[in-house]
């Protein structure tokens, strides 16, 4: 199983980014996904997740209203458009991939490795 996260860089505060995280080796339309970030030296924390039908979707506070999260089962991605960005988004961003929970927490069955996201301001 391989979740490839794509995307990061480095954006001004108000920009925008768009990440993607593509999967292989797993029926990806059977699984939840989810997003999550990890700031230096703080803990991974959760930042959205969307049902494996893409019907459902689940967002933190601190994203709410910027952030949106949609998936394409057909070619196996799960998509984080990040918008009105701020430094405090600043963090490397996970994808993850849990069978049975939603909203998928830091418990998900499957991780990527990551992708940087810098926001400066």
């Known amino acids: 199983v391989q979740l490839q996260a794509s995307g990061g860089g480095l954006v001004q505060a108000g920009g925008s980014l768009s990440l993607s995280c593509a999967a292989s080796g797993l029926p990806f339309s059977i699984y939840h996904m989810g997003w999550f970030r990890q700031a230096p030296g703080k803990e991974r924390e959760f930042v959205s997740t969307i049902s494996r039908s893409g019907i459902s979707t689940g967002y933190a506070d601190s994203v709410k209203g910027r952030f949106t999260i949609s998936r394409n089962n057909a070619k196996n991605t799960v998509y984080l458009q990040m918008n009105s960005m701020k430094p405090e988004d600043t963090a490397v961003y996970y994808c993850?991939?849990?069978?049975?929970?939603?909203?998928?927490?830091?418990?998900?069955?499957?991780w990527g490795k990551g992708t940087l996201v810098t926001v400066s301001s």
């Open positions: 993850a991939a849990d069978r049975r929970q939603y909203p998928v927490s830091t418990e998900a069955d499957y």
